[in-house]
């Protein structure tokens, strides 16, 4: 079958007989880094509640110990119940990578389980490194192909993330095309993840995580035990693209495969927060520095946006938890305008410090036509600032700190990483070195064991 009428097919194929000797090295590099940098985040939620409770709930249903590593608490268990921790934990600082065009966080739910089951089954870091590849390939342009519309609803890094993670771990296993794309039906008919919680600054998005490695781990082991899927999950008649889309293309599933390597298009965040905040903060950090404001100097923000950031934002008035604060789009710029940053201990210490409240209340969006249209294969930061001696400034900003033409280099990484590990207490700093030096030497590795002692 050709791609235009069965590319769910093609794209298991891809996913199924994907080589390391096939990947051009720059993009093998890229993948170590987006390794490096997921790691630093799941060490940073070492002890976040809603992580822990996904743990317990592992040690009361899974074994005691196994062969795969739960980064958080160095415990150990089997493939299926390390993702599920190691997935949760990967989301919860809202530092971890994130796609542009798909809008969908790869590293969460495709590194843990691929992870988790290459300690279980003994594989190679090459193997490793082509298993994450795979499943970034897959879960992008699953998300692209889903579109703008399934996320007004749709978290698309757990629904396109239960494909991610059957693509990396189908790989892992050897899958043949036929038993990936049979792992894909399976994956694709459990995807769910909601936005509603936001509402109610629930736990949800750690479970989405949590949900889409885990269910992908087990779509890939049952496609090879035998059992069968959905061929055509994806495009068919009552498949995803109808169930949760008005605007899907299936011409994206199989895009450029093999020449366009949508990993390398990944972004690292440099705000503690969600990435439809970091553009306008780019922009308001541009106009304060340049003007040398004061945050009480500013007597309104007009931030200049597309419609996925209102969608999204726009369910949250006064935060309720730090997490909650994170999807504020007025607490993040309070605390780029009082502090320069909106890191971690930011936020912990201050996202509703009075002074940041009151920058909070200064700052509307509005949606923007060229900002809009860019989206989401770029996200602009536009802003207005308005200040209190009647001046207007304007900051503008194409590419936001940590996508791929204002990328982070790896002294950045690494410095990241370490900062991530010492807010979590998830490693000491002489480990967090060791483990930077084992991520670099990843392709070399004859066998991926535990990670940290």
Request: with cysteine.
């Amino acid at each position: 079958m050709t791609s235009s009428n069965h590319p769910s097919q093609t794209l298991a194929t891809f996913a199924a007989e994907l080589q390391f000797a096939g990947i051009p090295a720059p993009v093998l590099r890229r993948a170590e880094d987006l390794m490096l940098d997921w790691l630093g985040s799941v060490l940073a939620a070492r002890t976040a509640r809603p992580v822990r409770s996904i743990e317990r709930f592992a040690q009361m249903m899974g074994p005691a110990e196994g062969p795969s590593e739960i980064l958080t608490s160095r415990r150990t268990s089997s493939p299926v119940f390390a993702a599920l921790v190691n997935a949760a934990a990967s989301h919860y600082v809202e530092q971890d990578d994130v796609h542009n065009g798909s809008v969908f966080h790869p590293a969460a739910v495709v590194i843990a389980p691929a992870l988790a089951v290459a300690q279980s089954i003994g594989a190679s870091g090459a193997q490793l490194l082509t298993a994450v590849v795979a499943g970034y390939e897959v879960g992008i342009r699953v998300g692209e192909f889903l579109g703008r519309s399934h996320y007004r609803t749709f978290h698309t890094t757990a629904t396109a993330g239960t494909l991610a993670a059957a693509a990396a771990v189908g790989s892992l296993l050897k899958l043949t095309p036929q038993q990936m794309l049979h792992a894909f039906g399976s994956a694709g008919t459990q995807s769910a993840g909601v936005w509603e919680f936001l509402r109610d600054a629930a736990d949800s998005k750690q479970l989405h995580c949590a949900h889409a490695a885990a269910s992908g781990l087990m779509s890939a082991y049952l496609a090879q035990d035998g059992f069968t899927g959905a061929a055509k999950v994806l495009e068919g008649a009552q498949g995803l693209g109808v169930g949760m889309s008005s605007d899907a293309d299936p011409s994206r599933l199989t895009d450029r495969l093999g020449t366009r390597w949508a990993l390398a298009e990944t972004s690292f965040k440099y705000h503690a927060s969600c990435r439809h905040t970091h553009p306008a903060a780019d922009a308001l950090l541009q106009v304060m520095t340049e003007h040398q404001l004061a945050h009480g100097e500013v007597a309104r923000v007009t931030t200049h946006v597309h419609q996925g950031a209102i969608d999204v934002l726009g369910r949250v008035a006064v935060p309720a938890t730090v997490h909650h604060g994170k999807f504020s789009m007025g607490t993040v710029l309070g605390l780029i305008a009082v502090h320069g940053r909106a890191g971690l201990g930011e936020f912990d210490r201050d996202f509703l410090a009075p002074e940041v409240a009151t920058f909070r209340d200064k700052v509307t969006m509005q949606l923007d036509a060229e900002v809009d249209t860019a989206y989401p294969a770029r996200w602009i930061g536009k802003v207005s600032v308005q200040t209190r001696d009647g001046r207007t400034l304007q900051g503008r900003v194409d590419e936001p700190k940590g996508d791929p033409g204002n990328s982070l280099s790896r002294a950045e990484l690494e410095d990241k990483m370490q900062r991530l590990a010492h807010y979590g207490e998830g490693a000491t700093a002489d480990e967090a070195k060791a483990l930077c030096q084992r991520i670099w030497q990843l392709a070399d590795a004859p066998r991926v064991e535990r990670w940290l002692p």
